[in-house]
Each structure stands twice: as structure tokens, then as C-alpha cells.
């Protein structure tokens, strides 16, 4: 079965600074999706940024970017100019395009942004 | 991005009741709606897969005689929580896959805070 990883509970950035957040995953798929969720304080998901398995090309949304890695199986997100509103519950998404079709989720990272 | 709405936003009852969450794609048909159940602090786990015109798919450990969904129509699913108890208090999240897009996107809605007495 497929498997997600978070291994920061927490972490924080000084407002407009610069933060990653990891994630790694594992599976046996060659066909899938990677997302990054946010959860503000409303606990509304919003989906931040997206990467297909077969693009080599790390997806980029605005401050938003990532460094899919994909043979070490790794899925780190950056986040650049940090700012207030960006305080939430980050989750990291597996979805197999083959298999259960169902997205699996990290353990969440929750991030302070310090002003 | 397309909207998924659900109702209540929060409900309180009281021990032994059920109660019923729906969860609404408002902008297009959703074949596959998704329920999770989500702790505090914790992420979310994947209750059932609900399926239109067909059983729901049940996430090992869930009591699917406890927890009932039908999704009877393309853009509506519902949850029922049966003879609720203190243990089923929680925060209930639906999504619901677009079909149409490209990625297969999922789509979540506000979640429903439940609190049995």
C-alpha cells in the first residue's frame, strides 16, 4: 500500500522568509499524482500545488513551488515570502492513477509564520 | 474551482440519535464523492467511497452499518451517523472527484463539526 510521510510536526518562518516543508512517499506505481494541501483555521482544504509523476519539471504556483524528486521518492515543498495568511496545516497527497484511486495523506506539518 | 458544499457546518445531538451530513458538488457532477473523518490535530482518514447508483466502499475498521451513505443523485451524497455516540464527535469532511478535469481533481467541502452528548 501506498504510504505518506510528514516528518515535521511543526515548523515556522519569520514573515518573508523562506520555508520547505518535506514529504516523502512510498509505492510500487509509475502513474501518479502528487498534491499539497492547506488547512487554514477554517479547516477548509485548499490544494496549493499539484505534480504528475511522469513530468521531470517541478511544478511552480506563484510562491508556491516544489522539488519532486522522484527517485528518492521525495516531495518537498517551498514556500517563498512567507506571509501571515500562509499559517495553516500543510498536508502531502499521494493518488494512484491505477491502483485504489484514492487520495493518501501525509500526517499533516503545521506551520507558524512569526511576524 | 468548482464548489462542494456541505450541511450542517455543525450539529449537536444527543446520544443515541442519528444524524445526516449532506455533501453537495454545486458546479458538476461528481460520480465519486469521498467522506473522511478528521481528529483534531491529525490528518484526514478516508472513511468511505460513495459511489453514484452503487454500494459505498468502506475504509477497513469503519462500521458500515453505523455509518451510512447514499449517493443517490450525481451531485449529492449523504452520511449517516447512526445511533451516534460521544465517540462519534468529530470533524467530517465529503470531497467530490470532478471527472472532467484533467487531473481527476478532488474538491473538498467546509467539513461538518459533529458533538454528541
Known amino acids: 500500500a501506498q504510504t505518506v510521510t510528514q516528518s515535521q510536526p511543526e515548523m515556522s518562518v519569520q514573515e518573508a522568509e523562506t520555508v520547505t516543508l518535506s514529504c516523502t512517499y512510498d509505492t510500487s506505481e509509475s502513474d501518479y499524482y502528487l498534491f499539497w494541501y492547506k488547512q487554514p483555521p477554517s479547516r477548509q482544504m485548499i490544494l496549493v500545488i499539484r505534480q504528475e509523476a511522469y513530468k521531470q519539471q517541478n511544478a511552480t504556483e506563484n510562491r508556491f513551488s516544489v522539488n519532486f524528486q522522484k527517485a528518492a521518492k521525495s516531495f518537498s515543498l517551498k514556500i517563498s515570502d512567507s506571509q501571515l495568511g500562509d499559517a495553516a496545516m500543510y498536508f502531502c497527497a499521494y493518488f494512484g492513477e491505477r491502483g485504489a484511486q484514492k487520495l493518501v495523506f501525509g500526517q499533516g506539518t503545521r506551520l507558524t509564520i512569526n511576524p | 474551482g468548482a464548489v462542494v458544499s456541505q450541511h450542517p457546518s455543525r450539529v449537536i445531538c444527543k446520544s443515541g440519535t442519528s444524524v445526516k451530513i449532506e455533501c453537495r458538488s454545486l458546479d458538476f457532477q461528481a460520480t465519486t464523492m469521498f467522506w473522511y473523518r478528521q481528529f483534531p490535530k491529525k490528518s484526514l482518514m478516508l472513511m468511505a467511497t460513495?459511489?453514484?447508483?452503487?454500494?459505498?466502499?468502506?475504509e477497513q475498521g469503519v462500521e458500515k452499518d453505523k455509518f451510512l451513505i447514499n449517493h443517490a443523485s450525481l451531485t449529492l451524497s449523504t452520511l449517516t451517523v447512526t445511533s451516534a455516540h460521544p465517540e462519534d464527535s468529530s470533524f467530517y469532511i465529503c470531497?467530490?472527484?470532478?471527472?472532467?478535469?484533467?487531473?481527476?481533481?478532488?474538491?473538498f467541502g467546509p467539513g461538518t463539526r459533529l458533538t454528541v452528548l
Open positions: 460513495s459511489n453514484e447508483g452503487s454500494k459505498a466502499t468502506y
Open positions: 470531497s467530490a472527484r470532478d471527472w472532467g478535469t484533467t487531473y481527476n481533481e478532488q474538491f
